[in-house]
């Protein structure tokens, strides 16, 4: 079995900084990539950042130059560093492991987590 936890969200003022945290356990073989995810109030769900197992990233546009996303452990473990947030940034971030495989000739499929709560107050 396979579980995502996040972790660090909160309350924060805007032009304020909140680093997120996700860690994926169970018997996991190999990820292709991991990322983060938010989904706001009334809007899609959309992706924030990614990394691949080749260290590659990328960003969506509004996000570019304020957030990073990082990992260790081999991908297990994915960060994203929040700096100069916005009010706009609130919403439910969801951290996605995908292409995830649980031995070596096994299917892939993605896994979500709970998702953690981000606000950021005029």
């Known amino acids: 079995q396979v579980q995502l936890v996040e972790s660090g969200g909160g309350l924060v003022q805007a032009g304020g900084s909140l680093r997120l945290f996700c860690v994926a356990s169970?018997?996991?073989?190999?990820?292709?990539?991991m990322g983060w995810y938010r989904q706001a109030p009334g809007k899609q769900r959309e992706l924030v950042a990614l990394?691949?197992?080749?260290?590659?990233?990328k960003y969506e546009d509004s996000v570019k130059g304020r957030f990073t996303i990082s990992s260790d452990n081999a991908g297990i473990t994915v960060y994203l560093q929040m700096s100069s947030l916005k009010p706009e940034d609130t919403a439910v971030y969801y951290c996605?492991?995908?292409?995830?495989?649980?031995?070596?000739?096994?299917?892939?499929?993605?896994?979500w987590g709970q998702g953690t709560q981000v606000t950021v107050s005029s």
């Open positions: 996605n492991a995908e292409g995830v495989k649980i031995t070596t000739d096994s299917w892939s499929r993605n896994y």
């Open positions: 990394i691949n197992s080749g260290g590659s990233t």
């Open positions: 169970g018997s996991i073989f190999s990820i292709n990539a």
